[in-house]
């Protein structure tokens, strides 16, 4: 067991519901766990570790929180961390063109060993922004699994499903073997813990039929969720109803996916309309909002208000590097905050502290572990990250929420700690040797250009 006691924060923003936040406060964590909350010089690490955690005199590690603030953990709820090495590759495209530019650099390099370094570097660069779980989903699962936790980010994923061979060449049967395997990938890992999560990537590239099928298959799972891609675009709308007679989320329920047996997660879900936003709201559909990458590619402009008063659950996610370029969270939050007014046409249409829950512990409910993590609370993991307040942009402070939001940026968060597991320490990742990952990453990622330049799409 482990202890470590942030001293003397400045702020400790809270997120929950009653969107308390505590001025110059002690937290201790013990055994991966939030173990007390008190003001700042009042907690005694050894005694009070010794009566909640059974620690006795084992030494606990003191990190400074003066001039800090101290909050939950992001979570990016839709984003595929290996493409951090296609970055840049798939410009001034819409989604039809920026999918034939990335499959065809997919299959030229993206094997299990690529996959797993791009997954290293997406976990670094997330983690270094304050982001402490992904929902991720990516060609050869669990290579991308073993590059995502060897960097100590809890990162949940699992086998993704093409009808076609895909970038990865897979036949289907081969997924299906896959799929049968992947309970227990985290335990074999040794990362944070996750759910088991299944990835069909849409209903335009895998059919009713073998959705399914797919939901049969993981009937025996203690754990699993549905991530897949749903609405993105007005033209996979199109081209569903073409195909189906049936929206994206209604192909989805005729599945079984809506039955109340699993958290379901899809990625975007900008065009919902009437009928499919009551429908996700009555059966507890999270809807993972990535306007970066919604915006870039001219997908649309999600109406967060609409959403949010139909009673649909709202997360926010990234997207992969080849479609928003970076995976800044609080980029995403920004974007979602504006978004949200300018849809709405109101300046108090949505307030910073829900974006920041949706952030945080919407995504963690969005998977079933809200119970887990994303708020500051006594009992729950110590997914918890700091970030420096002795900076221009974050001085004086008035509305801590709003502050967050639009003004905050990643390069202010100092350290994250995964599970009370301290991952990056003043900006630096404690885990990984950076430098040469990253130069690893840019040798790779010549090849990848190499390969999107010669390879013809799949």
């Not at 400074?64 to 939950?72: A, F, K, N, Q, S």
């Not at 040794?190 to 335009?204: A, E, M, Q």
């Not at 073409?242 to 065009?271: C, E, K, N, S």
Request: include cysteine.
């Amino acid at each position: 067991m482990t202890r470590t006691l942030l001293a003397g924060c400045a702020y400790v923003v809270t997120l929950d519901e009653s969107a308390s936040v505590l001025r110059d406060a002690d937290v201790l964590i013990a055994d991966g766990r939030i173990a007390a909350i008190a003001p700042a010089g009042t907690l005694d690490p050894a005694a009070t570790v010794g009566r909640v955690g059974g620690l006795g005199s084992v030494g606990a590690q003191r990190v400074d929180g003066r001039r800090r603030l101290l909050m939950p953990g992001l979570v990016n709820l839709h984003t595929h961390a290996s493409m951090t090495l296609l970055r840049g590759l798939a410009e001034d495209v819409d989604l039809g063109g920026f999918l034939t530019r990335v499959f065809a650099a997919e299959g030229a390099v993206m094997d299990p060993a690529t996959v797993e370094l791009g997954a290293r570097l997406g976990a670094l660069e997330s983690l270094r922004g304050g982001t402490t779980t992904m929902l991720d989903m990516y060609l050869h699962a669990e290579a991308a699994h073993a590059g995502a936790v060897a960097a100590g980010i809890r990162h949940a994923t699992g086998p993704v499903f093409f009808d076609s061979p895909g970038p990865d060449g897979l036949t289907w049967d081969a997924r299906l073997d896959a799929l049968a395997a992947w309970p227990g990938v985290n335990d074999r890992a040794g990362g944070p813990k996750t759910p088991d999560v299944l990835c069909p990537h849409s209903t335009y590239l895998v059919s009713p039929t073998h959705l399914a099928e797919l939901r049969h298959a993981v009937r025996g799972w203690s754990h699993p969720v549905l991530h897949t891609h749903a609405s993105e675009t007005a033209a996979e709308n199109a081209q569903v109803a073409t195909a189906y007679g049936r929206t994206p989320l209604q192909v989805l329920a005729d599945a079984g996916f809506l039955d109340g047996g699993m958290p379901v997660v899809i990625g975007h879900g900008v065009h919902l309309g009437d009928a499919d936003r009551a429908l996700a709201a009555a059966t507890g559909v999270t809807v993972a909002h990535c306007p970066g990458s919604n915006l870039k590619l001219a997908s649309g402009a999600l109406s967060w208000n609409e959403y949010r008063d139909t009673g649909v659950r709202l997360g926010i996610g990234t997207d992969g590097c080849s479609s928003s370029n970076d995976l800044d969270m609080w980029s995403a939050m920004r974007l979602a905050a504006l978004l949200a007014r300018l849809t709405a046409g109101r300046p108090d249409a949505t307030t910073s502290h829900e974006i920041l829950r949706a952030a945080t512990v919407g995504g963690a409910r969005a998977v079933g572990m809200a119970d887990e993590f994303g708020t500051v609370e006594v009992g729950k993991q110590a997914d918890l990250i700091l970030l420096d307040l002795d900076q221009p942009h974050l001085t004086p402070v008035h509305d801590v929420h709003a502050l967050l939001v639009f003004a905050a940026g990643r390069g202010d968060v100092t350290d994250v700690f995964v599970a009370g597991r301290r991952v990056v320490a003043d900006r630096r990742s404690t885990l990984l040797d950076e430098a040469d990952l990253l130069a690893r990453c840019r040798e790779r990622g010549a090849e990848a250009r190499r390969g999107a330049a010669t390879a013809g799409p799949r």
